[in-house]
Structure formats: C-alpha cells, structure tokens
C-alpha cells in the first residue's frame, strides 16, 4: 500500500506518488494536478471540493469556503448553509478528495500521508493539520515542511556539487523563506522564516481594496457575489500582467459600471508594503545563519513566484533576477512526494538524507524573584535548532512549601512571555521545603514534525507529560471519534459529474457576473447544458459539454475585455445560437 505525499496548500492542493523510481503527480477527476482548497456545500448536503466549489464562491458565497487553512489552529466556524465547519474539519474536507483521486488513480486504499506545512506554521497550526488527517481517515507518517520539500525536489532534479540555496515559498497566503546546503545526499535546511499572513491573496486585496477607493465603493458594502467578482477579477488581472502591460477591472451593479485599469507599475507601487514584509522575512533567514556565506542560487516557487513585479524586486534587492523553479507550483509537491518515497524506503532514495531546523524558539514563563510581577522567557530550545531537538532545565521553588511548579509553555521569540504564543500549560507537585529548595527538571522534545512534547519530573518524583491548554487540538479519543463520525458523514459530491459541474458553476458565476445580452446568452447556454445533462446519452453529453466549455471561454473573453467599449459585445444572434450544428466546426 502506497504512502501519498499531499501539499495542502492555502489556494491549491496536490497530491504525488512515489513509484518506478520517480514522483508521480496525482491528477484529480477534471485530469489536473491541482485541486483548489475550496468547499462548498450544496442544497442536498452533499459537499463539492476543487475548481466546481471556487467557482461557487461567486455563485453562492453563503455556502462556499476557500483560504480557510490561515484559520488553521484557531477556533473560528465557518457556517455554510446548514453546516457549520472548524477550520481544520474543512480541511479534511479537501484531503477527503484528494485521499479519493488518489485511490481512484492508483488503484488501491491508501492510510498513510506524508503532508507539508508552511515553516513557520506554529505548534497549534501543525497539530490541527495532523488532526485533519485524522478526521480524514490519514495517518500522517510525516508533517514536512513547505519550502524543505521545494528543497528537496530541486536538489534531486539538479543534483550536481556542494551548493547553499535560498528557497522561496510564495504562495496564496503563506511566505515562507529557508537556506539549504547541500553536499553529497545531504540536504540540510540551516534556517527558516516566514510569515503565515502573506501571500497573492494579499495582492488580490490590495488590488480591490484600490479599486473600491478609485471608484467610490466601500468593499464591506458591496454585496458578497460582487465582491467575490472584484476578487477573481484581481487575481485574473494580476496574473495577466506577468504576460500583458496592463489588465481591466470592472463591476457592473444596479445600472452604474466601474473600472480600473491595473498596469504593472501600478501594480507595483501597491505591492509595495507586501514586498517590504517579503524583504524583512528574508533577512531574518538571513540573519539567523550563524555561519555567514555566499547563496549559490535563490529559487522561487510557489504560485506567487510567478508575478514579474516580484521578480523585479526581488532583483534589485539581491542585484541578480531569481530564478523561477519549474513548476513553481507544483515542485512542493514532488518533494512532499520525495518524502513519502523516503518514507517507503524506496530503494533508489536510500542514501538521500534531509535535516530540517525549527521554526520557533521554545521556553517556559520564569520569574526572577518573588517581587517579579512579568515573567519572562526562559528558552529551552532556540530557533533554527536542528531537528528532534530535546533538552532539559530544573527550575526551582520561589517560595517556602511551595506546592507546586507551575510551567506556562510558550513559542516565540519576544523577552516577556506575553509576547510569544501560549501552547499550554504544565503542573507538577512538589514536596514541602524552604525556597529554592526543591525542583522540577523540564523537558523539551521538537520531534521532526516539528511539533512539541513536553514533560516535567519534581524533585518528589511527580511526573506530567505535556498537559495542554488548547485543548480542543488534543482531543480525547471519544472527542476524536465524536469528530471523525461528523466528518465522515458528510458526502462528497458524487464522482464523475465533477468536470460538468464545474462548468456549470462557472456559467452560473458568470451569468451573475454579467448583465444584458450577455447575460441571456448565457442563461440560454446555461438551459441548454442542464436540459441535456438530465436527458442527454453520454456522447451527446460529451458534445455539449465541450460546445459549452467553448462558448463560455469566448464570453468569458468578451467579460474581461474592457467593459466600455459597447460595440465590442457581439452580435446577440451569434451569441445564441447554441444549437448543436454550430459546435461541428471544432
Ligand atoms: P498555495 O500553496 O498557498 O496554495 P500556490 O503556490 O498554488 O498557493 O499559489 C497560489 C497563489 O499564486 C494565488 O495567490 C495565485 O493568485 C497566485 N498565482 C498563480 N499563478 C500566478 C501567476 N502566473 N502570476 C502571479 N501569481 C500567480
Ligand atoms: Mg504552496
């Protein structure tokens, strides 16, 4: 039984293999790689995943999420329809069909994933993404980090000599920056950075956020179609200017149109406060290197990596144009695949060893003396360790029969405690004594995962094990199997309609999105694939279906081209005639 390397990715999801020697991409039911990390339920209850739920966010935003994987850790609910979703229960939504691509193209069940986190995603982050492999039926074999698995891909498609390389991972919503050196097989990632709240979503926000203030609208007034609109419009925009000088916006509502026309120095002056958090978080990667050296080569990858305004910067900052890895977007998870391969014991990845560092430094609350009223920070483990990382410290008593010793755990890197994130909590009983007396010996664990353990023993011999405050991420067994029979009661949206059903979301979408002729004639298209989805055979199913999917291409052109040129709509007869004779020409 295989092990599937799986990318859960802020935007997009993939799934990979390793077998006959190489890592294979997993393609979804519409035959791409790539599975957009959007939910969506439907009227019947069941659940969409993938390109057919992102086209839902403008259709039906009220029961349609995306990007929810910055929620990861937290406690936010998501309400869509009658359902209501924890961030990491939707996520195990999206690794639920990727677990059944995977099935369905490899033939057999599969258990066990290896998954890959941003670096910087902190202790409660990675637990609840292990928790959505459990909610998903996954046992995860290894948590990997982002830009470690880019790195090991690069490195085994290149091989080559002794090499120090810069990796940069920009996705939809996460940054994350490592240094790797890399001699013989050995791949070691010798520091980290990043920041979990930045990405391309954050152009796409800036892009609207422009706008909405260049045309008079207030973003929180508009409805939630129309904003989810203005939102695919800047990401289309923005990824058209990689290529074209300039890309039009607009918004048609209650009669009045707007527009923006965003041109690539545009575009650049409002990336430019993302680009100054992208350059601090590089030269914290860069700073953290104890041993200074040259960085042979700087590679991009992520969907982000693709933008020509970030190149530019990114030029100027280091005097020579990164190099854009190939498949920016799917190197990630090649090595993720990698990985699982390692994990299988693949016989031709035997001698490839990776050593990862930790993200976070890691320390108890102290306090120096009784008076002292804000503790501060004792570190066990300091960042860019390598990992597992253990080590231990005694504490001792402030006070004369004091009962016990207290041990607040924090991550982070701030002096006083209440700077740095609480991950828990931890009690140990102690015998009676004077002051100072009497101990407890704590020990810190960074597995590989780069999740935390935590143990305490008192000098009277109490032990705990890591007693966590958050504890809706450490759920009892009945609270786990509570969980996973909600989440496995939900159905996925039935196989082999997803390729019509994405098509007939983004007719839906557009038809929203569009007014007047335009607009009929996609109703009239629209009417025409349902009529024939319900009756049709299925070679007559597949003709329409591609006479739909190409007269939705060429409105969607008519869409994006610029809203005031009137005449540039055609000819509503041409536009109508959807009958079948027309669709031969292919
Ligand atoms: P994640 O790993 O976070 O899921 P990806 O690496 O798939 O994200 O990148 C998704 C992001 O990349 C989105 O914000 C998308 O708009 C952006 N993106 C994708 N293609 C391009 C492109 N050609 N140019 C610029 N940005 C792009
Ligand atoms: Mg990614």
């Known amino acids: 039984m295989s092990i599937i390397g799986i990318d859960l990715g802020t935007t997009n999801s993939l799934a990979c293999v390793y077998r006959n020697s190489r890592a294979e991409l997993i393609p979804n039911e519409l035959g791409e790689y790539k599975t957009s990390s959007a939910v969506s339920v439907l009227e019947d209850g069941s659940v969409l995943v993938g390109a057919a739920a992102k086209e839902r966010l403008i259709s039906h935003p009220e029961s349609t999420a995306a990007g929810f994987k910055v929620w990861m850790g937290t406690d936010r609910i998501t309400t869509l329809g009658a359902l209501s979703f924890k961030p990491e229960e939707l996520s195990a939504l999206v690794l639920r069909q990727l677990l059944q691509d995977a099935q369905r193209y490899l033939g057999e069940p599969v258990e066990e994933a290896v998954i890959s986190v941003p670096a910087y995603f902190n202790d409660d982050q990675r637990c609840a993404t292990k928790l959505a492999a459990q909610l998903a039926g996954l046992t995860v074999k290894r948590l990997i980090n982002e830009p470690s698995a880019a790195a090991l891909c690069h490195r085994h498609a290149i091989s080559g000599g002794d090499c120090r390389m810069m990796i940069v991972d920009f996705g ?37 956020e422009h706008f909405c203030r260049e045309n008079g609208l207030s973003l929180t007034a508009l409805s939630p179609g129309a904003r989810a609109s203005l939102f695919r419009q800047a990401e289309t925009a923005k990824i058209a ?186 009690e140990v009983q102690v015998p009676p004594g004077t002051a100072g007396e009497q101990s407890a010996a704590v020990t810190f664990t ?3 995962d780069g999740i935390l353990h935590v143990s305490a023993r008192s000098s009277g011999g109490d ?89 939705l291409e060429q409105f969607q052109h008519y869409f994006q081209s610029d809203p005031f040129a009137e005449d540039f709509w055609a000819d509503p007869e041409e536009l109508e005639d959807t009958d079948e004779d027309t669709e031969d020409e292919e």
Do not use: W
């Open 446 to 448: 960074y597995d590989i």
């Open 241 to 426: 200017l990689s290529g074209a000088p300039a890309a039009m916006i607009s918004l048609q509502q209650g009669g009045q149109q707007s527009g923006l026309l965003l041109t690539r120095p545009l575009l650049t002056q409002l990336c430019e406060p993302i680009f100054q958090r992208v350059r601090q978080v590089i030269s914290q990667a860069v700073r953290d290197r104890d041993r200074v050296g040259r960085i042979d080569d700087v590679v991009l990858v992520g969907g982000s990596a693709q933008l020509t305004v970030l190149g530019d910067f990114l030029e100027e900052l280091f005097g020579r144009r990164p190099a854009v890895a190939a498949g920016p977007d799917e190197i990630v998870a090649l090595g993720v695949g990698l990985c699982a391969g390692i994990k299988e014991r693949a016989e031709d990845l035997r001698d490839l060893v990776m050593t990862d560092v930790c993200p976070f430094s890691l320390g108890v609350a102290t306090y120096n003396d009784l008076h002292d009223k804000t503790p501060h920070m004792a570190f066990l483990i300091q960042r860019s360790s390598m990992l597992p990382a253990s080590r231990q410290e005694t504490f001792y008593t402030l006070q004369s029969n004091q009962q016990a010793l207290r041990f607040e755990i924090y991550q982070g890197e701030g002096y006083f405690a209440s700077e740095n994130l609480k991950l828990g909590e931890l």
């Open 463 to 551: 032990y705990r094990d890591r007693l966590i405050l958050n504890s809706r991420l450490h759920l009892t067994e009945e609270e786990r199997a509570q969980a996973l029979e909600r989440i496995s009661q939900i159905r996925l949206a039935a196989q082999g309609t997803q390729r019509e059903r994405y098509l007939l979301e983004k007719a839906l979408s557009l038809y929203q999105q569009s007014t007047g002729r335009l607009r009929e004639a996609i109703a009239h298209l629209i009417r025409h694939f349902q009529a024939n989805l319900e009756q049709g055979d299925r070679i007559s199913r597949e003709r329409v279906y591609r006479h739909v999917q190409k007269q």
């Open 172 to 208: 939809g919503g996460t940054l994350d920056v490592s240094i790797v050196d890399c001699f013989e097989n050995i791949i070691e990632i010798t520091a980290i950075a990043g920041d979990n709240h930045l990405g391309g979503d954050d152009i796409d926000q800036v892009i609207v």
